[in-house]
Structure formats: C-alpha cells, structure tokens
C-alpha cells in the first residue's frame, strides 16, 4: 500500500507531465499565443520530459519492492489519473502565461523533489 501522505504527488507528477507534453506538441498556443519560449526554458522542459518517464519508473520500482507490486502499480495508476485529468480538463486554460512559463522552467527540479519523495516515504 502506499504512503498516504504521498498520494497528492503522483497525480502532480502526471498533471505536470502532460503540460510538459502540450508543451512538446505545441498546443500551448491555443491557449497563450503571445507566449514566447526561450531556448533555456525549453531544453528544461524537455529535460524534465525525458527525465520523467525514467524517474517514474524507478519509483515505482523502488516504492513497490521486491514482494509489494501493487504498490508500484498504485505509484503508476495515480499517475496515469493525473495525465488523464490534466488532458481531458484541458488544465492549461486555467494557468496564466506567466505561472506557465515558471512551470516549465521548474519542472525537472519538481519532479526529480516529488520522485525522491515518493520513493523516500512512499
């Protein structure tokens, strides 16, 4: 079973990611098109991206154990909620350019902090 206190993380780690991922396909625009990117907080963002999906991983691996599967099951099953919420609500309506812009350039620190919490007291 998993840690309770650490429940609100995952699905903050799949609303993060499919923000990350409007980013990537570029459907941010529909919603902030006078927002402009820099170089910088784009390689972050896509960093994140790339970091998540591993870091995802290990935490589930590490969380669930050598005899707890379902506790790595329940990491990726609130993750995957927090994707689908975040997709389907069209999550990104309801963020301002500017806190958009900060979420992008937070993300790999962000996620990388919930990650390790999750595998610490998970």
């Known amino acids: ?3 309770p206190a650490v429940i609100p993380l995952v699905p903050l780690i799949g609303a993060l990611t ?3 991922t409007e980013l990537i396909r570029g459907e941010f625009k529909v919603w902030h098109p006078n927002m402009d990117i820099g170089i910088k907080t784009f390689t972050l963002a896509i960093a994140a991206y790339v970091v ?3 870091a995802l991983l ?5 969380v669930g154990g050598d005899s707890n599967m379902s506790s ?3 990491v990726l099953g609130f993750f ?3 994707l689908g919420v975040y997709t389907f609500a069209k999550g990104t309506r309801f ?3 500017a806190l958009q812009l900060w979420l992008y350039r937070l993300a790999l620190p962000s996620l990388l902090l919930c990650c390790v919490l999750i595998s610490h007291f998970g």
């Open 1 to 3: 079973m998993l840690n």
């Open 18 to 20: 499919a923000n990350l």
């Open 52 to 54: 998540v999906w591993f």
């Open 58 to 62: 290990v935490t589930a691996i590490n």
């Open 72 to 74: 790595g099951l329940e």
């Open 80 to 82: 995957m909620l927090g």
């Open 95 to 97: 963020v301002s350019s």
